[in-house]
C-alpha cells in the first residue's frame, strides 16, 4: 500500500508581499492550479497572484495538516517569514525541483 502524504504549504507573489497558507494531498498539481490560474483555485491567489511555493511540510495525518494550518494562519506575519526563512531563505519557488 503506498503511503500518502497531506503537505501544509506558504505560497506568496512574485514581490514576497502576500501569503497564502493551504493544505493539500497533490502539491504539484495545486500549485500548477495556481500558476495556470484555474477556475476552482482560491480567490485570494487568483487576486494577488500568489502562485510561487515557498515553505511546506507534509504528514500523513490529514488531521494534524489541518491543525498545523490553523496553527500557522494563526501567527503574526513576522512569525511565518521567519519560518520560511528558516526552510527557504532566497524564497525561492520550491515548485521547480518539487518532486513530490
Do not use: C
Not at 38 to 48: D, H, L
Not at 78 to 99: H, Y
Amino acid at each position: 500500500m503506498s503511503e500518502k502524504y497531506y503537505y501544509v504549504y506558504i505560497t506568496t507573489n512574485k514581490y514576497n508581499k502576500v501569503l497564502y497558507i493551504g493544505v493539500t494531498n497533490d502539491l504539484l498539481r495545486r500549485i500548477w492550479e495556481y500558476k495556470t490560474k484555474e477556475q476552482r483555485i482560491s480567490q485570494f491567489v487568483r487576486k494577488y497572484n500568489a502562485d510561487k511555493l515557498v515553505w511546506y511540510e507534509y504528514s500523513e495525518s490529514i488531521n494534524d495538516s489541518l491543525i498545523r494550518e490553523k496553527q500557522i494562519k494563526g501567527w503574526i506575519r513576522q512569525k511565518k517569514v521567519d519560518l520560511i526563512n528558516n526552510f527557504n531563505p532566497g524564497w525561492k519557488d520550491l515548485s521547480e525541483n518539487f518532486s513530490g
